[in-house]
């Protein structure tokens, strides 16, 4: 059944869209314990003094945790909220502009998905901040947001200057075209009158002895 709702009863109704389900960061935050959290702190810690050995630590992790959550939602969990070296103050402007530039490289020597795991260990590399994965996402995602509304609106434009240019040029052939149809017609007019003198010719000394009779009378 849809959901339905007006104002005060007044108007007509307004379908609701149901609320999105929590993803799955949100599911953990809200469902994990804190012995839960100790353990993959714990064992993240021991990761990293390894030499981050396995590869793909939240496997066993997941296992550690009676596979009460998926590996990779545990590991969405570690590099966005629960890894104690997050930092989530505000980006910097220069922060945001090398964000833009990886994301261009990456883009430019790769295809597909942009894998924001390779870009975060050099924002941290670079400014010595270990931002979350979705928060580097973000700010690019805001800048594109932001550069396709720009790029539409010229279009627009552009669009729209050829529009009257083509209307303008429209009426100066227009007025070419009669300006030259009304040359023609008159070159017509002269040939005809021409033709029509030479077909018949009027004898000028007949023309002249009807002028002096004309007079006489």
């Not at 929590?22 to 810690?45: A, G, W």
């Not at 260990?121 to 720009?150: A, H, M, Q």
Request: glycine share 4%.
């Amino acid at each position: 059944m849809e959901n339905h709702k007006n104002v005060d009863g007044i108007g007509p109704k307004v379908k609701v869209q149901p609320k999105k389900r929590f993803n799955t960061i949100n599911k953990i935050d809200k469902n994990i314990r804190e012995d839960e959290k100790k353990i993959i702190r714990d064992y993240m810690k021991e990761w990293e003094e390894k030499g981050r050995v396995p590869k793909n630590p939240f496997v066993e992790l997941a296992k550690k945790l009676k596979n009460r959550f998926s590996a990779k939602t545990i590991c969405d969990y570690w590099w966005n909220i629960l890894d104690l070296r997050l930092d989530r103050s505000p980006f910097l402007p220069r922060e945001k502009i090398y964000i833009y530039e990886l994301v261009v490289e990456y883009q430019r020597n790769n295809n597909g998905p942009i894998s924001w795991k390779d870009l975060q260990p050099k924002l941290e590399k670079k400014f010595g901040k270990c931002r979350s994965r979705n928060s580097i996402k973000n700010v690019w995602n805001s800048y594109k947001r932001c550069t396709d509304r720009t790029t539409k609106v010229d279009k627009n434009e552009e669009s729209e200057f050829e529009g009257k240019s083509e209307v303008e040029d429209e009426g100066k052939n227009e007025e070419i075209i009669s300006e030259y149809n009304g040359k023609i017609e008159n070159e017509i007019e002269g040939i005809t009158k021409e033709m029509h003198e030479l077909t018949c010719p009027v004898d000028k000394n007949e023309s002249s002895a009807k002028n002096k009779n004309f007079t006489i009378k």
